[in-house]
């Protein structure tokens, strides 16, 4: 049995490992020269910057994911930091903090808004039920058939969080915030988030804070992916860096390997693309097999991708420990694509003093956007603007900074790189550079526009942030193992 892996991303390596581990030979393909995807980090000079993840989700017991990340890596190896609040902001003019603790949560937000107590109660009640539920969400499924049996049996005690979900998917944190009658506690809520996210999104991602299941790992993103690397190559996996996949070679409806764009052919029993999905069905796969009901995702609506990233890393030399980890100033800003932001969102790592020599610090900010093709085109036609453009918007965040933390900040920015849609899709091609695949939408119920199969062609399978909507790392993991649980089940 072989299988051939088309990208190097979370799913690929998780993937690669599963299969690995239990006796099938894998080779993975990666374009880049780099490892990880969209889970990276990068260094300038004496400074490194985390990429991507806030928080692992899966960093301890307690969570089905924390089983999924122990079959492939060593998590244990990982040293986690679980911060006591998630993020602070001002809001009605009154600085709000976001505790990730439910009990401190709940006497903070009661204290503060007394005339909100019943549906600050019925909010937190919510996240108190999910939490004990968590090692079921999902269920470890694991091929065995008595094992799996005696775990769909248990699977009633989902029902109220079933519940939940279908009644409330219809609400997001904003139409939630609108219940409220504290303007300090409505506004918080509508700022929450960068963007609108559904209301069973905020409290799973609650309970995930509350339990301390999701850590941020130190070393940031590259951490987690260094290990995965090292559990790939110790499992005896083939990576193939540098090495783009041009097309999926099918013969009689079945994948049978790959063309690789060096002119390589490569023969497989399976296929697995863990790459961008919109490459993989238009152009990896002959026209002839494509099934006409995918036609219409040739030109996705712009809502149907989720956000893209600029983020403008920095370098200083501060060590910043007086500020909070993580929050949002409020000032005005128009992105040079149009977007307008309200808030600036501030990721300060003076907790990981890996990413910093000693009196230094790393520091993201964040403006997620939907305007990937902007950049991308911009880029492609006129990369002389293109970079013009963003150091004029790297000059003026700065500036921004300054009102903050004093005019003598710009003068301690050593390193200053912003990341635009145009680089994620240059180093992943995800599609208008998006960082999570399909967006959910509002409604958490609404399905994934795709599946992880192509209707009419055997021995492919979809893995990766793509497969279900919402994407991240989590979905990159669980549906890396679906697809591996699904080649063993057939040998
Ligand atoms: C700024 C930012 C912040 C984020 N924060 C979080 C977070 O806090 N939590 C979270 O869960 N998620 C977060 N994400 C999302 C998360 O990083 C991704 O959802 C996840 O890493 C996707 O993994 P993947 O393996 O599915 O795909 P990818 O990481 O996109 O990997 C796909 C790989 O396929 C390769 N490839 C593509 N085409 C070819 C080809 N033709 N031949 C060979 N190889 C090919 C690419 O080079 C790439 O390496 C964030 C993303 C960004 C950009």
């Known amino acids: 049995m072989r299988v051939d892996i088309i990208g190097s991303g979370v799913a690929g390596l998780a993937a690669g490992i599963y299969l690995q581990k239990r006796g099938v030979r894998t080779t993975i393909?990666?374009?880049?020269?780099?490892?990880?995807?969209?889970?990276t980090g990068w260094r300038r000079g004496k400074y490194s910057f985390n990429g991507c993840l806030?928080?692992?989700?899966?960093?301890?017991?307690?969570?089905?994911?924390?089983?999924?990340?122990?079959?492939?890596?060593?998590?244990?190896?990982?040293?986690f930091v679980y911060h006591d609040e998630r993020v602070r902001f001002d809001a009605c003019g009154k600085e709000f903090v976001f505790y990730n603790d439910i009990d401190r949560l709940e006497n903070y937000l009661l204290e503060n808004a007394p005339e909100d107590a019943a549906l600050i109660l019925r909010w937190t009640g919510w996240v108190r039920m999910v939490v004990p539920l968590l090692d079921y969400l999902p269920p470890v499924f694991n091929g065995d058939f008595w094992h799996d049996f005696k775990l769909k049996l248990r699977m009633w005690r989902l029902l109220p969080v079933l519940a939940f979900v279908a009644r409330s998917s219809k609400y997001t944190n904003r139409t939630f915030a609108k219940?409220?009658?504290?303007?300090?506690?409505?506004?918080?809520?509508?700022?929450?988030y960068q963007y609108e996210i559904g209301l069973p999104v905020l409290v799973f991602a609650q309970a995930y804070a509350t339990k301390r299941?999701?850590?941020?790992?130190?070393?940031?993103?590259?951490a987690v992916t260094d290990k995965l690397i090292s559990s790939y190559a110790a499992a005896g996996g083939n990576l193939r860096m540098s090495t783009a996949v041009k097309r999926i070679r099918i013969e009689n409806q079945r994948a049978i390997g790959l063309e690789l764009e060096n002119g390589e052919q490569t023969a497989a029993d399976y296929v697995i693309s863990c790459a961008d999905w919109h490459w993989t069905v238009f152009s990896a796969i002959g026209k002839q097999y494509l099934p006409s009901e995918l036609e219409k995702l040739r030109e996705p609506a712009h809502d149907d991708i989720f956000y893209s990233y600029c983020m403008l890393v920095l370098g200083v030399r501060r060590p910043m420990t007086d500020v909070a980890h993580f929050f949002r100033i409020n000032e005005h800003i128009t992105s040079p694509d149009g977007t307008e932001y309200q808030q600036v969102e501030v990721d300060?790592?003076?907790?990981?003093?890996?990413?910093?020599?000693?009196?230094?610090c790393s520091i993201n900010v964040n403006f997620p956007t939907r305007e990937g093709d902007f950049w991308i085109n911009l880029r492609r036609d006129n990369y002389e603007e293109y970079m013009s453009v963003k150091k004029r918007f790297t000059d003026e965040i700065v500036a921004r900074l300054c009102k903050y933390f004093g005019s003598d900040f710009a003068a301690d920015v050593e390193v200053a790189d912003l990341t635009t849609p145009a680089t994620y899709y240059r180093y992943t091609m995800n599609y208008r550079g998006s960082s999570q695949g399909w967006s959910p939408r509002r409604n958490l119920l609404t399905p994934s526009p795709v599946s992880n199969r192509i209707k009419g062609i055997d021995n492919l399978l979809f893995a990766g942030h793509w497969v279900e909507a919402g994407g991240g790392v989590p979905v990159a993991l669980a549906t890396a193992r679906n697809a591996a649980l699904l080649i063993l089940g057939k040998i």
């Open 29 to 39: 393909y990666e374009r880049s020269a780099s490892v990880g995807g969209l889970m």
């Open 54 to 79: 806030h928080w692992l989700l899966g960093s301890a017991k307690g969570i089905s994911f924390n089983t999924f990340w122990r079959e492939i890596i060593d998590v244990d190896e990982l040293q």
């Open 179 to 192: 219940k409220f009658r504290s303007p300090w506690l409505r506004e918080a809520l509508t700022n929450l």
């Open 213 to 222: 299941v999701a850590g941020y790992p130190i070393g940031g993103s590259q």
């Open 348 to 360: 300060v790592y003076n907790y990981d003093n890996t990413l910093a020599p000693e009196g230094c």
